[in-house]
């Protein structure tokens, strides 16, 4: 199967600093999705990324599908975005994800 | 509300004992999936169906099995051959191959 690697796997940071998220992977995907779980364990969708960049809010991500890497950048962070962050990849109807970002936002 | 509906949140077994785990959409998706997680992996693909009455096997589809019988469900029975059952589930659909996928909320199991 794709090998899906993110760094880094922890991340503490103060209330209001930016961060950016990589997501490295093994071969050609047709699907790139990132993720959010949130301290209560729900797996919050938060982009649908095969190639481009995309915003929402404070969030916006990066793929380069040719490279094979995926980037969520977190600008502004808040207490709420803590949580785990994870990317998965697709190909055809099988998903891979990888072990996650663990972000701690301290305020 | 569209969406995806795990129950039950927590469950409880006796070791040895089948379980079946719950996941209802009303999205009309036609895929769904089957995954679990354990501390500090990522989520691993058990069993996905593109169609009703159709599934295959994901990574680790030993001591697991699924029926398709309606669009909308696709329970998840973890059986006694599953040697390490204890984790978090998590039920997802899409609309096929490629697709966005959606995550339901997910059941812990703990075998006790």
């Known amino acids: 199967g794709i090998q899906v690697e993110q760094s880094p796997p922890d991340l503490i940071l103060q209330e209001g600093a930016n961060s950016t998220l990589r997501c490295n992977f093994s071969?050609?995907?047709?699907?790139l999705q990132w993720f959010h779980k949130n301290p209560w364990g729900q797996l919050i969708n938060l982009f649908y990324?095969?190639?481009g960049t995309k915003q929402n809010g404070r969030l916006s991500a990066t793929t380069v599908a040719t490279e094979r890497y995926s980037l969520l950048y977190i600008s502004s962070s808040q207490t709420t975005d803590s949580g785990v962050y994870f990317c998965?990849?697709?190909?055809?109807?099988?998903?891979?994800f990888g072990t996650g970002t663990s972000l701690t936002v301290i305020p | 509300d569209g969406g995806i509906t795990q129950s039950p949140k927590y469950l409880f077994r006796k070791e040895g004992q089948n379980v079946t785990l719950s996941c209802e959409q009303n999205?009309?998706?036609?895929?769904m999936y089957w995954y679990r997680q354990d501390p500090g992996q990522g989520l691993r693909l058990i069993y996905y169906?593109?169609?009703?009455?159709d599934f295959q096997k994901g990574d680790i589809a030993e001591g697991y099995s699924v029926s398709r019988e309606k669009k909308e469900s696709f329970p998840l029975t973890v059986t006694s051959a599953q040697k390490n059952p204890t984790a978090f589930y998590l039920c997802?659909?899409?609309w096929g191959s490629g697709q966005p996928q959606h995550f339901g909320d997910g059941t812990r199991l703990s075998i006790l």
């Open positions: 997802a659909s899409s």
């Open positions: 169906s593109q169609i009703v009455n």
């Open positions: 071969d050609s995907v047709n699907n």
């Open positions: 990324i095969p190639s």
């Open positions: 998965a990849v697709a190909t055809g109807n099988q998903f891979y």
């Open positions: 999205l009309n998706h036609d895929a």
